[in-house]
């Protein structure tokens, strides 16, 4: 086989090898201040996360105690109970039992700051596919909320010039009595 062959040939293994692995970014709704994956993949390897855990990308991670962290990016819930996001995970990767007594993952010690690495590694794990979120509307994504304000505003002014004048009965402006009318044909004569 030609030298030129050769090359093209490995090129492609080693990309379809690597292939779902995760890109070196979470995506944008997951990524934490300070994080760095490669730090992170190895707080995983010297933590020994892979003797429980399968893990793509590290090697000797093939443990099947714990759920396989392949996708992680493109999971939506945490530990069975929390939404999969960077304050829970990082919460949980620093002390499991504390958010989920009689969890079998153990607390291993790890600092904030290797929990931030960790996660933002974990968050790497099927990143090209995870969904990304809309961003949260905003009042000036509803022009009719303004008009609604302030037809509430009225109504509770009106409610409030309720005056009592007997037990269980009351008394409205007349202003307010004809307003709720419905409006009604006159009769046809």
């Known amino acids: 086989m030609p030298l030129q062959t050769w090359k093209i040939g490995c090129a492609g293994l080693i990309a379809l ?3 779902g ?27 020994g996360c892979g003797a429980c855990h399968t893990i793509q990308g590290v090697p000797g991670a093939i443990g099947i105690v714990g759920p396989p962290l392949r996708d992680f ?10 939404p999969n996001v960077p304050r829970h995970l990082v919460s949980w990767l ?9 969890t079998a993952m153990p607390n291993l010690g790890i600092t904030a700051e290797e929990a931030r690495h960790i996660a933002t590694f974990l968050y790497t794990q099927g990143a090209s596919d ?11 994504d509803y022009p009719w909320l303004d008009e609604a ?24 402006p007349i202003e307010r009595a004809m307003e709720l009318l419905p409006d009604i044909a006159e009769p046809s004569r």
Do not use: W
Request: net charge positive; proline share 8%; with cysteine.
């Open 73 to 82: 990016a493109q999971r939506s819930v945490l530990a069975g109970a929390f």
């Open 130 to 140: 995870a969904d990304t979120f809309e961003a949260r509307r905003t009042a000036a």
């Open 149 to 172: 304000a302030s037809r509430m505003a009225s109504d509770r002014k009106r409610l409030t010039e309720v005056t009592r004048t007997g037990p269980r009965t009351a008394r409205i």
């Open 17 to 19: 090898a690597t292939a």
């Open 94 to 102: 620093m002390d499991p039992p504390a958010m989920q007594p009689g």
């Open 21 to 47: 692995c995760g890109s070196n970014e979470p995506p944008p709704h997951l990524r934490i201040e300070g994080g760095d994956a490669e730090i992170g993949k190895q707080l995983v390897r010297n933590y």
